[in-house]
């Protein structure tokens, strides 16, 4: 059985979540982008107390 610790972010990352939010990028862009899983952009983003753009509010604006 693997013991996997996941990967610390960046400040560089933690600088591109901030800026990709403040631009209205979904977690699922901010993921892509980051090359992170969606639900690690949404832990960091909440643990920092930041807002993320619903997927669901982007697709309905398309």
Known sequence: MR???PKQWTEDEVQT?????NAASTAIEIAAELGRYIA???RVAGDMGLL???EWG???RQ
Do not use: D, G, T
């Not at 979540?17 to 939010?21: C, D, S, V």
């Open 52 to 54: 993320l753009r619903s």
């Open 58 to 60: 982007a697709a309905q």
């Open 17 to 21: 979540l901030i800026k990709m939010i």
């Open 40 to 42: 690690s952009v949404k």
């Open 3 to 5: 013991n996997h610790k």
